[in-house]
Protein backbone atom coordinates (compact mmCIF):
# COMPACT_ATOMS: atom_id res chain seq x y z
CA UNK A 1 0.00 0.00 0.00
CA UNK A 2 1.41 3.18 -1.32
CA UNK A 3 1.25 6.22 1.06
CA UNK A 4 1.88 9.95 0.43
CA UNK A 5 3.43 12.08 2.77
CA UNK A 6 5.45 15.36 3.51
CA UNK A 7 8.81 16.18 4.85
CA UNK A 8 10.46 19.74 5.43
CA UNK A 9 13.78 19.21 4.94
CA UNK A 10 16.95 21.26 3.87
CA UNK A 11 14.12 24.24 3.75
CA UNK A 12 11.80 22.88 1.46
CA UNK A 13 8.45 21.15 1.44
CA UNK A 14 8.87 17.02 -0.72
CA UNK A 15 5.89 15.26 -1.42
CA UNK A 16 6.88 11.75 -1.67
CA UNK A 17 5.26 8.07 -1.95
CA UNK A 18 6.51 5.23 0.40
CA UNK A 19 6.02 0.94 0.63
CA UNK A 20 7.19 -1.01 2.89
CA UNK A 21 9.94 -1.12 6.11
CA UNK A 22 13.41 -1.93 6.36
CA UNK A 23 16.22 -0.69 4.58
CA UNK A 24 15.82 2.33 2.97
CA UNK A 25 15.84 2.61 -0.99
CA UNK A 26 15.51 5.90 -2.95
CA UNK A 27 14.24 6.20 -6.38
CA UNK A 28 14.93 9.41 -7.71
CA UNK A 29 12.98 10.94 -10.80
CA UNK A 30 13.92 12.82 -13.84
CA UNK A 31 12.63 15.56 -15.98
CA UNK A 32 9.48 15.16 -17.70
CA UNK A 33 8.70 13.03 -14.62
CA UNK A 34 7.64 12.66 -11.35
CA UNK A 35 7.46 10.38 -7.96
CA UNK A 36 5.05 8.03 -10.54
CA UNK A 37 7.90 6.85 -13.07
CA UNK A 38 8.70 4.31 -9.94
CA UNK A 39 5.34 3.27 -9.53
CA UNK A 40 5.94 -0.33 -11.23
CA UNK A 41 8.97 -0.38 -8.58
CA UNK A 42 7.77 0.82 -5.43
CA UNK A 43 5.52 -2.29 -4.60
CA UNK A 44 8.28 -4.62 -5.48
CA UNK A 45 11.40 -3.26 -3.49
CA UNK A 46 8.38 -2.39 -0.51
CA UNK A 47 8.87 -6.01 -0.36
CA UNK A 48 11.99 -6.22 1.80
CA UNK A 49 12.50 -2.49 2.17
CA UNK A 50 11.11 0.96 2.97
CA UNK A 51 10.75 2.07 -0.88
CA UNK A 52 10.86 5.86 -1.46
CA UNK A 53 10.15 7.99 -4.05
CA UNK A 54 9.95 11.63 -3.80
CA UNK A 55 8.41 14.82 -6.11
CA UNK A 56 12.31 16.40 -6.65
CA UNK A 57 11.86 19.81 -5.69
CA UNK A 58 10.50 22.06 -8.12
CA UNK A 59 8.55 19.02 -9.37
CA UNK A 60 4.46 18.22 -9.03
CA UNK A 61 3.83 18.11 -5.30
CA UNK A 62 7.06 19.48 -3.71
CA UNK A 63 7.92 23.11 -3.02
CA UNK A 64 9.20 25.35 -6.21
CA UNK A 65 11.63 27.97 -4.82
CA UNK A 66 11.22 30.64 -7.08
CA UNK A 67 15.41 31.98 -6.72
CA UNK A 68 17.20 30.13 -9.81
CA UNK A 69 19.94 29.55 -7.61
CA UNK A 70 17.83 27.17 -5.83
CA UNK A 71 17.97 24.10 -8.39
CA UNK A 72 21.96 23.84 -8.39
CA UNK A 73 23.09 21.00 -7.78
CA UNK A 74 24.44 20.97 -4.48
CA UNK A 75 21.01 22.33 -2.87
CA UNK A 76 19.71 19.03 -5.10
CA UNK A 77 21.93 16.98 -2.90
CA UNK A 78 21.11 18.08 0.33
CA UNK A 79 17.61 17.31 -0.50
CA UNK A 80 18.40 13.86 -0.90
CA UNK A 81 20.80 13.78 2.22
CA UNK A 82 18.07 15.56 4.95
CA UNK A 83 15.62 13.45 3.57
CA UNK A 84 17.34 10.27 4.05
CA UNK A 85 18.00 11.43 7.43
CA UNK A 86 14.15 12.69 8.17
CA UNK A 87 13.15 9.05 7.27
CA UNK A 88 15.84 7.92 9.68
CA UNK A 89 18.43 6.47 8.51
CA UNK A 90 22.11 6.78 7.52
CA UNK A 91 22.92 4.49 5.17
CA UNK A 92 21.11 3.61 1.60
CA UNK A 93 20.73 2.51 -1.48
CA UNK A 94 20.19 5.27 -4.01
CA UNK A 95 18.62 4.57 -7.43
CA UNK A 96 18.26 7.52 -10.42
CA UNK A 97 17.36 8.14 -13.53
CA UNK A 98 17.75 10.87 -16.15
CA UNK A 99 17.92 13.94 -13.59
CA UNK A 100 17.42 12.00 -10.71
CA UNK A 101 20.61 9.64 -12.01
CA UNK A 102 22.13 13.00 -12.36
CA UNK A 103 21.70 14.03 -8.73
CA UNK A 104 22.22 10.24 -7.51
CA UNK A 105 25.87 10.55 -8.93
CA UNK A 106 26.21 14.17 -7.38
CA UNK A 107 25.26 12.70 -4.44
CA UNK A 108 27.72 9.66 -4.42
CA UNK A 109 30.95 11.85 -5.21
CA UNK A 110 29.95 14.04 -2.27
CA UNK A 111 28.42 12.15 0.32
CA UNK A 112 29.85 8.08 -0.35
CA UNK A 113 29.42 7.24 3.30
CA UNK A 114 26.10 7.44 2.70
CA UNK A 115 25.23 4.62 0.40
CA UNK A 116 25.37 0.79 0.67
CA UNK A 117 24.83 0.70 -3.48
CA UNK A 118 23.98 2.81 -6.13
CA UNK A 119 22.10 2.14 -9.45
CA UNK A 120 21.76 4.43 -12.37
CA UNK A 121 19.14 3.87 -15.17
CA UNK A 122 20.14 6.20 -18.26
CA UNK A 123 21.80 9.02 -16.53
CA UNK A 124 25.90 10.10 -17.73
CA UNK A 125 28.03 10.39 -15.22
CA UNK A 126 29.05 14.05 -15.29
CA UNK A 127 32.89 13.54 -15.64
CA UNK A 128 32.16 11.20 -19.06
CA UNK A 129 29.29 13.18 -20.00
CA UNK A 130 31.24 16.51 -20.17
CA UNK A 131 33.68 14.75 -22.44
CA UNK A 132 31.18 13.40 -24.84
CA UNK A 133 29.58 16.76 -25.25
CA UNK A 134 32.98 18.82 -25.92
CA UNK A 135 34.02 15.62 -28.38
CA UNK A 136 31.31 14.01 -29.77
CA UNK A 137 29.33 15.22 -32.24
CA UNK A 138 26.20 13.04 -32.38
CA UNK A 139 25.87 13.49 -28.60
CA UNK A 140 26.03 17.43 -29.06
CA UNK A 141 23.33 16.93 -31.84
CA UNK A 142 21.32 14.89 -28.98
CA UNK A 143 21.51 17.61 -26.65
CA UNK A 144 20.50 20.28 -28.52
CA UNK A 145 16.85 20.04 -26.06
CA UNK A 146 18.74 21.47 -23.16
CA UNK A 147 19.83 24.72 -25.24
CA UNK A 148 16.27 25.13 -25.62
CA UNK A 149 14.86 23.90 -22.25
CA UNK A 150 17.31 27.06 -20.98
CA UNK A 151 15.32 29.23 -22.69
CA UNK A 152 12.57 31.99 -21.35
CA UNK A 153 10.20 30.44 -24.07
CA UNK A 154 10.66 26.88 -22.91
CA UNK A 155 7.26 27.29 -20.86
CA UNK A 156 5.19 27.85 -23.40
CA UNK A 157 6.57 25.42 -26.18
CA UNK A 158 6.51 22.63 -23.68
CA UNK A 159 2.31 23.48 -22.47
CA UNK A 160 1.24 24.39 -26.07
CA UNK A 161 -1.43 21.96 -26.99
CA UNK A 162 -1.82 20.45 -23.84
CA UNK A 163 1.70 19.69 -23.52
CA UNK A 164 1.92 17.80 -26.81
CA UNK A 165 5.94 18.65 -27.30
CA UNK A 166 6.03 16.47 -23.98
CA UNK A 167 3.44 13.44 -24.33
CA UNK A 168 5.38 12.86 -27.34
CA UNK A 169 8.82 12.36 -25.74
CA UNK A 170 7.24 9.68 -24.47
CA UNK A 171 6.79 7.95 -28.00
CA UNK A 172 4.35 9.16 -30.80
CA UNK A 173 0.85 11.06 -29.31
CA UNK A 174 2.43 9.34 -25.59
CA UNK A 175 2.09 5.79 -26.94
CA UNK A 176 4.51 4.48 -24.23
CA UNK A 177 1.76 5.85 -21.33
CA UNK A 178 -2.46 4.91 -20.97
CA UNK A 179 -4.47 7.08 -21.30
CA UNK A 180 -4.93 7.13 -17.27
CA UNK A 181 -1.08 7.76 -16.61
CA UNK A 182 -1.00 10.95 -19.29
CA UNK A 183 -3.72 12.02 -17.13
CA UNK A 184 -1.38 11.66 -14.12
CA UNK A 185 1.35 13.04 -16.27
CA UNK A 186 -0.71 16.09 -17.29
CA UNK A 187 -2.01 16.83 -13.77
CA UNK A 188 1.66 16.85 -12.50
CA UNK A 189 3.01 19.22 -15.42
CA UNK A 190 0.04 21.83 -14.79
CA UNK A 191 0.91 22.15 -11.07
CA UNK A 192 1.84 25.58 -10.39
CA UNK A 193 5.10 26.68 -11.46
CA UNK A 194 6.06 22.57 -12.15
CA UNK A 195 6.94 23.32 -15.43
CA UNK A 196 9.42 26.18 -14.79
CA UNK A 197 10.84 23.61 -11.55
CA UNK A 198 11.90 20.99 -14.14
CA UNK A 199 13.50 23.35 -16.39
CA UNK A 200 15.13 25.23 -14.06
CA UNK A 201 17.63 21.96 -13.46
CA UNK A 202 19.01 22.59 -17.12
CA UNK A 203 19.38 26.39 -16.12
CA UNK A 204 20.89 26.71 -12.81
CA UNK A 205 23.25 23.78 -13.68
CA UNK A 206 23.72 25.18 -17.46
CA UNK A 207 23.23 21.97 -18.92
CA UNK A 208 23.95 21.02 -22.37
CA UNK A 209 26.27 21.29 -25.49
CA UNK A 210 29.22 24.08 -26.28
CA UNK A 211 26.70 27.00 -27.52
CA UNK A 212 27.88 30.58 -28.24
CA UNK A 213 24.03 31.60 -28.08
CA UNK A 214 23.85 30.49 -24.67
CA UNK A 215 25.56 31.16 -21.51
CA UNK A 216 28.08 28.57 -20.66
CA UNK A 217 27.10 25.46 -21.22
CA UNK A 218 28.67 22.45 -18.98
CA UNK A 219 28.01 18.67 -19.64
CA UNK A 220 29.17 17.99 -15.33
CA UNK A 221 26.24 19.50 -13.94
CA UNK A 222 27.91 22.03 -11.72
CA UNK A 223 29.65 19.22 -10.40
CA UNK A 224 33.43 19.90 -9.17
CA UNK A 225 35.29 18.58 -12.35
CA UNK A 226 38.19 17.91 -9.51
CA UNK A 227 35.90 15.58 -7.52
CA UNK A 228 34.29 12.75 -10.02
CA UNK A 229 35.44 9.47 -8.35
CA UNK A 230 32.41 7.32 -6.78
CA UNK A 231 34.12 4.79 -4.83
CA UNK A 232 30.43 3.25 -4.26
CA UNK A 233 28.99 -0.08 -5.80
CA UNK A 234 27.43 1.09 -8.95
CA UNK A 235 25.29 -0.73 -11.08
CA UNK A 236 24.29 1.13 -14.55
CA UNK A 237 21.42 -0.18 -16.62
CA UNK A 238 20.97 1.60 -19.89
CA UNK A 239 18.26 1.42 -22.63
CA UNK A 240 20.99 1.84 -25.44
CA UNK A 241 18.10 3.19 -27.90
CA UNK A 242 17.97 6.34 -25.48
CA UNK A 243 18.32 9.31 -28.66
CA UNK A 244 18.98 11.93 -25.84
CA UNK A 245 21.94 10.23 -24.23
CA UNK A 246 24.19 8.34 -26.40
CA UNK A 247 25.56 5.08 -25.51
CA UNK A 248 28.91 6.48 -25.71
CA UNK A 249 28.22 7.94 -22.40
CA UNK A 250 29.21 4.11 -20.88
CA UNK A 251 32.66 4.22 -22.75
CA UNK A 252 35.57 4.89 -19.86
CA UNK A 253 33.17 4.89 -17.07
CA UNK A 254 35.23 2.63 -14.92
CA UNK A 255 38.04 4.97 -14.95
CA UNK A 256 35.76 6.75 -12.56
CA UNK A 257 33.70 4.31 -10.79
CA UNK A 258 36.20 1.08 -9.81
CA UNK A 259 33.31 -1.30 -8.75
CA UNK A 260 31.21 -1.00 -11.53
CA UNK A 261 28.27 -3.28 -13.21
CA UNK A 262 27.01 -2.10 -16.49
CA UNK A 263 23.54 -4.08 -17.87
CA UNK A 264 22.86 -2.73 -21.41
CA UNK A 265 19.46 -3.41 -22.48
CA UNK A 266 19.50 -3.58 -26.83
CA UNK A 267 15.42 -2.47 -27.40
CA UNK A 268 15.20 -0.07 -23.91
CA UNK A 269 15.07 3.91 -25.06
CA UNK A 270 15.39 6.33 -22.28
CA UNK A 271 12.43 5.49 -21.25
CA UNK A 272 13.16 2.00 -20.15
CA UNK A 273 11.83 1.93 -16.73
CA UNK A 274 7.94 1.97 -18.46
CA UNK A 275 9.25 -0.49 -21.35
CA UNK A 276 10.93 -2.76 -19.58
CA UNK A 277 9.81 -2.61 -16.20
CA UNK A 278 10.73 -6.32 -15.07
CA UNK A 279 14.13 -6.05 -16.57
CA UNK A 280 15.35 -3.62 -14.52
CA UNK A 281 14.23 -4.74 -11.05
CA UNK A 282 15.65 -8.09 -12.43
CA UNK A 283 19.23 -6.27 -12.77
CA UNK A 284 18.17 -4.38 -9.57
CA UNK A 285 17.45 -7.51 -7.79
CA UNK A 286 20.67 -9.41 -9.11
CA UNK A 287 22.87 -6.66 -8.14
CA UNK A 288 21.35 -5.79 -3.96
CA UNK A 289 22.02 -9.77 -3.44
Known sequence: MLEHKYAEVNGVRLHYAATGEGPLILFLHGFPEFWYEWRSLLPEFGKDHLAVAPDLRGFNLSA????????????LVEDVHALAAH????????????????????????????????VIVNAPHP????RELQQNPAQQKAS???????????????????????LNAFGLEGSLLSKEEQRAYIEAWSQPGALTGG????????AGPPDGRVQESTGNFAVDPSRLAVNVPTLVVWGEKDTALLPGNLDGLGEYVPRLTIQRIPEGTHWVIHEKPDAVIGYIREFLR
Open 64 to 75: KPADLEQYRMKH
Open 87 to 118: LGHRKFVLVGHDWGGAVAWAFAIAHPECLDKL
Open 127 to 130: GVFA
Open 144 to 166: QYMLMFRTPQAEEKLAANNYRWL
Open 199 to 206: LNYYRANR
